[in-house]
């Protein structure tokens, strides 16, 4: 089995940042793509940003420009580092990541912007 776990929500003004982390320990063969998901209340579970073990990144045209995702594959961890906050940022965040073809997703963190 692996374990994932993301680490880093909270409560932040606009215009702030946070940093999320993510990571993933246990039977571990190899890490591929690394996920970045988030999920508002009423609505379906997006992807906001995606990362090859390469480090080729993607990222939804909502967060273009002001969401960035790196990866160490030495720790298999993930971050997404969030500026320029805006209300509708405010989600539950979900990291996912694929190990030897098997998708394992983490409990969420909750992210909130609000004044």
């Known amino acids: 089995q692996v374990q994932v776990v993301e680490s880093g929500g909270g409560l932040v003004q606009p215009g702030g940042s946070l940093r999320l982390s993510c990571s993933a320990s246990g039977s571990i063969f190899i890490i591929t793509t690394m996920n970045w998901y988030r999920q508002a209340p009423g609505k379906e579970r997006d992807l906001v940003a995606s990362?090859?073990?390469?480090?080729?990144?993607d990222y939804a045209d909502s967060v273009k420009g002001r969401f960035t995702i790196s990866r160490d594959n030495a720790k298999n961890t993930v971050y997404l580092q969030m500026n320029s906050l805006k209300p509708e940022d405010t989600a539950v965040y979900y990291c996912?990541?694929?190990?030897?073809?098997?998708?394992?997703w983490g409990q969420g963190t909750q992210v909130t912007v609000s004044s």
């Open positions: 996912r990541v694929q190990n030897y073809g098997s998708n394992y």
């Open positions: 990362i090859s073990r390469g480090g080729t990144t």
